[in-house]
């Protein structure tokens, strides 16, 4: 027996990797062109799974935003938020990340991660019960683990299993947090929101709500999809990340509720971290100004998803239900994906391959994530790739 047993799983499907002479995990991008180029381990790609929906990491005002922050705070903190590591700018971010939701109060966190976890695992702790959507997220999972809470699962996008579960639930006299995320981020499908919260209303639960895949896509202010759905009222807790519409790295929470500046102090993922780095809070600050006063972009997003989108459906590719940012292409066998991805690549196309345990069912994904900086051209090539994958993989 060795403490290492337990990694024979990943050193499998990494002997299997190397025979094929393919790194979907280790590629590195050697150079960046554009938000939407770049040489990733020596192939110039267009990039197709980056999760940068707006295209904002290469946007001139937040780049300009982050090298003087830089130069004028320093590369990083060094501290926690409770210590040093608070400056004018991260309580900025929080007021301006609070009036764009329209909530009371907001905390950012280090990482979208942190952000998810932390508040899961804080906001419900023994005695009380988290019902949470199958398909969460691993941070999701990591932090309701951690709250040592009751964990029971429902159905994905299921709004009867959950009823059902809350109805088992009624009398028990426990405090109910249900979590769900918006659009979900392997197959880009979206949670039935106005039932859920219907539920939550009629149950007296709690419902915090996972943005990162919809704020600053969805919604007529690009709050995302609890605007679109028009439940603000009813969600208690919006969290997301700045790593994806935002274009750098870090999280929130933002709520309508007075206590989550209690929850703040109470927070580990906040409290025993060192503070996002100034240049990311800059960039961060500019990117969510331009998300309110560009609303051109989400219509350009939308319009790129919905070209890629149809023409995978009409090539014969398993997507998810909808149109969406995340365009995923599901292939069953192993094998088959990784010669899929490989071929993408070699074809000048970088996308995602995922697989499980990562993945909702057993089977492997090709996720595209779509950015309303890719041009129509690119969508096209991207849909030429996909066209051009041959079934067997002699010809890699
Ligand atoms: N929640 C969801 C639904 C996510 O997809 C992700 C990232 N993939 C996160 C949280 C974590 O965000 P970050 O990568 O910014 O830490």
């Known amino acids: 027996m060795s403490l290492f047993d337990k990694f024979q799983p990943i050193a499998e499907v990494r002997e299997e990797l190397d025979r094929l002479g393919v790194t979907p995990f280790g590629a590195v991008t050697e150079r960046l062109l554009s938000a939407t180029e770049?040489?990733?381990?020596?192939?110039?790609?267009?990039?197709?799974?980056?999760?940068?929906?707006?295209?904002?990491?290469?946007?001139?005002?937040?780049?300009?935003a982050a090298r003087t922050a830089a130069a004028t705070e320093g590369t990083g903190t060094t501290g926690s938020r409770l210590a040093n590591g608070t400056y004018a700018a991260h309580a900025a971010l929080e007021r301006e990340l609070a009036e764009f939701f329209g909530c009371r109060s907001a905390i950012v966190f280090s990482t979208g991660y942190l952000a998810t976890m932390g508040m899961s695992s804080t906001l419900a702790a023994p005695g009380d019960v988290i019902l949470l959507d199958a398909d969460s997220h691993a941070s999701i999972y990591d932090g309701c683990?951690?709250?040592?809470?009751?964990?029971?699962?429902?159905?994905?996008?299921?709004a009867a299993d959950l009823e059902k579960r809350l109805r088992r639930l009624r009398g028990r006299g426990a405090n109910v947090l249900i979590i769900v995320e918006g659009i979900y981020?392997?197959?880009?499908?979206?949670?039935?929101?106005?039932?859920?919260?219907?539920?939550?209303?009629?149950?007296?639960?709690?419902?915090?709500?996972?943005?990162?895949?919809?704020?600053?896509?969805?919604?007529?202010?690009?709050?995302?999809?609890?605007?679109?759905?028009?439940?603000?009222?009813?969600?208690?807790?919006?969290?997301?990340?700045?790593?994806?519409s935002l274009g750098s790295t870090g999280g929130f929470c933002v709520s309508q509720r007075p206590e989550l500046e209690l929850v703040r102090f109470a927070t580990r993922a906040y409290i025993f971290t060192a503070s996002p780095s100034p240049s990311v809070i800059a960039s961060t600050r500019v990117a969510?100004?331009?998300?309110?006063?560009?609303?051109e972009l989400r219509q350009q997003l939308w319009d790129n998803a919905q070209r890629l989108y149809d023409g995978l459906k009409a090539q014969g590719f398993r997507v998810g239900p909808d149109a969406s940012p995340v365009v995923a292409a599901t292939v069953d066998d192993r094998a088959q994906a990784i010669g899929f991805w490989n071929q993408l690549m070699h074809r000048g196309v970088y996308v995602n391959l995922v697989m499980p345990p990562a993945t909702p069912t057993n089977s492997c994904l090709l996720r595209c994530s779509v950015s309303a900086a890719h041009t129509t051209e690119q969508i096209d090539t991207i849909l030429g790739a996909y066209a051009a994958l041959k079934l067997s993989d002699d010809d890699l």
């Not at 267009?46 to 290469?58: P, Q, S």
């Not at 007296?204 to 679109?228: F, I, K, P």
């Not at 969510?288 to 609303?295: H, N, Q």
């Open 185 to 244: 981020s392997m197959l880009g499908d979206r949670a039935p929101l106005a039932a859920i919260a219907a539920l939550k209303r009629e149950y007296g639960a709690y419902l915090l709500v996972d943005e990162a895949h919809s704020m600053g896509m969805l919604g007529e202010r690009g709050r995302g999809m609890v605007e679109e759905t028009g439940i603000e009222s009813d969600v208690d807790f919006i969290v997301g990340t700045f790593s994806k």
């Open 38 to 64: 770049g040489i990733v381990s020596g192939h110039r790609v267009i990039l197709a799974g980056t999760n940068n929906y707006l295209g904002l990491t290469f946007d001139p005002e937040c780049v300009e």
């Open 288 to 295: 969510l100004r331009i998300v309110r006063d560009r609303p």
């Open 145 to 158: 683990r951690l709250s040592g809470a009751e964990l029971v699962r429902f159905r994905h996008n299921d």
